[in-house]
């Protein structure tokens, strides 16, 4: 071959551009040579024959040979430009439609005398085959950005459509053939999205999707209804499973091309609907749908009823769709728009847009059970909804319609509520909102604090309406199970930046502690970097030691209280001296008074600090502080903050390491005057008998605390670390040592 001694910047110029014209016209007069003679083809006109024998093997050597060309450019270690090979994309697929086409229309064109040509007719369609696979390997290793030039552009738009072509010849061909040009196809336009989407056939795409969707469906369904057996070998069933998987596909194409190119789809919802209808209408409640069995059904639904519901989720938000779904002479069955209602409350803002006459939205769903005449006399039977203690029972079309319309009715006039301007309007609505999640379903209650959070996630600014979601939220979360909380955590990921909005406003003390846990290890773990370093932190809490510019700056008691309730959640990755900082700041903001929002913060974080076990070595700086501390705020003359303190010292005394060793030096007689004369108290130890107890108590309760985390650990994915054994038996050792010491003085 002459190819390989061209270089590759020279190919279109000196090769392509003046060859392959040449071959896509000698092709195409091929082809016409073959339908003005096979007319007079038969078994008998042997010379005939030959001759029709001997134009396809010429036309399968002209396919193998653009084959070399495509091998021959991808050799090249270097992606090549798409100037460097023009012509070589647009004359292969020209010679590919026409090599598709001839052998799709073969049964036409040879008619009964196909047989004397087939073997010919299925090496043309593998070497076609082949090339278009070497072909599509080839541009998806071309690449150009936004420079691109208005050439460019064309191009890549030209092979798109081009292949859009071919995909319309081939669907009865080859299923991979097929499935695999619609990937090539969807992927392209979405890899230069912003450079070719104004200049995309978008409805011939569009189109061909719902059509290929349609068509895949409908074969799945009438293969359905005839099968007996459910048999893995059963050839009809493979079949089956085949069509169901190509309607999956292209549903989920079709859903995914329309999420990224919705807003130059708004002429073609018209289109769009009449799909949702048909599709539907083939499963239950409709009076139309087939009597299958349940694994049939489960494989219907993954692969239409699924995805339709995300196509609705894409076009709901458009007011295109809504003026379609609402049109005056609407015919539609109450059972099919109302799926729609209950997936999407974007359907609500779009109707309040509309400038044209349409069907209010509640006016439609009356109309539509109306003309459902049929269905309510069958009657048709609908999912009830979930009670507690009670199985799920069906209902009929008029009080599911009930059900729903009286909760949306309920939801649209609870949300006017709190986001009106009036908080304590607003109050009473956030009031109604959780006594109705309180006493409903817990699916109920999930699928409204999803929404919640989605609207005070699409707040962009501080206002009085996120304000008031955001209240709603953090108290909706208190109603939720476990589970539910869970799913939530999955919904929005703390460790998204995005989702943080969301958990500002959600309590951790409202989740349970498998959604704490999660919380926590998502937002402090991964990305320590993005948050306060604790040791910063403490830093920054002792610059305002300098109570004075506290009480004179409202910003710096702002900063100081945040970082103070900060230090509070993040109290177990602090070091000792860290602490022993962040109690000598308390001790000032205290002795001078400041505001009580800080001080309640403060006390906030003295709490905190019985989460964790403090060394023997660092008891002395921080236990006298800490006991100080706690006197100080009990005798305040304020009940506020006397309360609040109380609050704290008893979540710190329940929830504390070492407790005796920590509470010996708070003497309540100090902070509670006795309103009766004071019982006799007991002796009173020496301070060597002290000192003996604060140590053997606090040793006693870390060994039982490092026993329940080793009991415990096997319930856990983190394995005991190896040195655990070791540990351990130096301190039965340090033990013994101590026993001996003890009986030989």
Not at 36 to 61: F, H, K, P, Y
Not at 113 to 142: H, M, N, P, T, W
Not at 603 to 625: C, H, N, T, V, Y
């Amino acid at each position: 071959m002459f190819l390989p001694h061209i270089d590759l910047s020279e190919l279109e110029d000196e090769c392509f551009s003046k060859i392959l014209p040449k071959v896509v016209t000698m092709f195409e007069s091929m082809m016409k040579e073959i339908l003005d003679q096979v007319g007079g083809l038969s078994s008998q006109n042997t010379e005939l024959c030959t001759l029709l024998r001997n134009i396809l093997q010429a036309m399968m050597q002209i396919v193998d040979a653009l084959s070399t060309c495509v091998r021959h450019v991808g050799s090249f270690s270097e992606a090549p430009d798409l100037d460097a090979i023009r012509s070589l994309p647009t004359c292969i697929l020209k010679v590919l439609r026409e090599t598709f086409q001839h052998c799709k229309e073969s049964e036409v064109v040879y008619c009964g005398r196909l047989s004397l040509v087939a073997d010919l007719l299925q090496g043309l369609f593998k070497e076609a085959y082949s090339l278009q696979k070497g072909l599509l390997e080839l541009l998806d290793r071309v690449s150009f950005d936004s420079s691109a030039s208005e050439e460019d552009i064309s191009d890549i738009v030209s092979v798109i459509h081009s292949l859009l072509d071919i995909c319309s010849i081939i669907s009865n061909l080859d299923i991979a053939l097929h499935a695999n040009t619609w990937k090539f196809l969807i992927k392209q336009s979405l890899k230069y999205q912003s450079l070719v989407e104004e200049h995309l056939h978008h409805g011939d795409i569009c189109t061909s999707l719902c059509e290929n969707l349609l068509a895949s469906f409908q074969n799945g369904v009438e293969l359905a209804e005839q099968i007996q057996i459910e048999a893995t070998q059963n050839p009809e069933y493979k079949l089956f499973l085949k069509t169901a998987k190509m309607c999956r596909f292209f549903a989920n194409t079709l859903v995914h091309y329309i999420k990224e190119f919705k807003f130059f789809l708004t002429k073609y919802c018209s289109c769009f609907h009449q799909l949702y209808l048909r599709v539907i209408s083939k499963f239950p409640p409709s009076l139309c749908a087939p009597t299958l069995t349940r694994a049939l059904c489960e494989e219907l639904n993954a692969a239409a009823l699924v995805p339709m519901d995300a196509l609705l989720l894409q076009l709901l938000p458009l007011r295109a769709f809504a003026e379609v779904a609402l049109q005056q002479d609407l015919l539609v069955p109450i059972f099919q728009f109302i799926r729609g209602l209950r997936l999407q409350p974007h359907l609500l803002k779009s109707l309040s847009i509309l400038s044209v006459c349409r069907l209010p939205l509640y006016n439609a769903l009356f109309t539509g059970f109306r003309r459902c005449y049929r269905e309510r006399k069958v009657p048709v039977l609908l999912p009830g909804v979930m009670m507690k203690g009670q199985a799920q029972a069906n209902v009929s079309l008029h009080h599911h319609l009930c059900v729903q319309l009286s909760a949306s009715v309920a939801e649209r006039c609870l949300v006017d509520a709190v986001l009106q301007a009036d908080t304590q309007t607003a109050l009473l609505a956030t009031d109604v909102w959780c006594f109705t999640a309180r006493y409903g379903s817990a699916e109920l209650c999930l699928h409204h604090v999803l929404i919640i959070a989605q609207l005070v996630k699409s707040c962009t600014n501080e206002c009085y309406k996120l304000f008031h979601m955001g209240l709603l939220l953090k108290r909706m979360v208190f109603l939720m199970t476990p589970n539910h909380q869970m799913e939530l955590v999955d919904h929005y990921p703390p460790s998204d930046v995005e989702n943080l909005p969301i958990w500002h406003h959600i309590l951790l003390r409202a989740l349970s502690q498998d959604a704490r846990h999660r919380v926590e290890t998502d937002i402090i773990v991964p990305r320590p970097h993005t948050h306060v370093d604790t040791q910063m932190k403490c830093k920054c809490i002792t610059a305002f030691t300098v109570t004075l510019q506290v009480q004179t700056h409202p910003v710096l008691q702002c900063t100081l209280q945040l970082l103070l309730s900060l230090s509070a959640l993040l109290v177990k990755n602090m070091e000792p001296q860290a602490i022993s900082q962040a109690l000598l700041c308390v001790e000032a903001l205290v002795s001078q008074k400041c505001a009580d929002q800080v001080l309640l913060a403060a006390l906030e974080f003295l709490a905190s600090l019985g989460k964790i076990f403090l060394p023997p070595d660092s008891q002395g700086q921080i236990l006298p502080r800490l006991s100080s501390l706690f006197g100080a705020t009990l005798a305040d003359t304020s009940w506020v903050l006397h309360q609040h303190a109380l609050e704290a010292f008893s979540h710190f005394a329940e929830v504390m390491i070492g407790s005796e060793s920590v509470l010996c030096p708070v003497d309540a007689d100090d902070f509670f005057p006795p309103s009766q004369p004071s019982p006799k108290r007991a002796r009173q130890e020496s301070s060597a008998e002290k000192e003996y107890s604060c140590y053997v108590q606090t040793a006693e309760r870390a060994l039982k605390a490092l026993q329940a985390l080793t009991e415990g650990g096997a319930g856990t994915k983190a394995p005991q670390p190896q040195w655990l054994q070791s540990r351990l038996q130096e301190l039965q050792s340090l033990i013994t040592n101590i026993c001996t010491t003890r009986n030989t003085t």
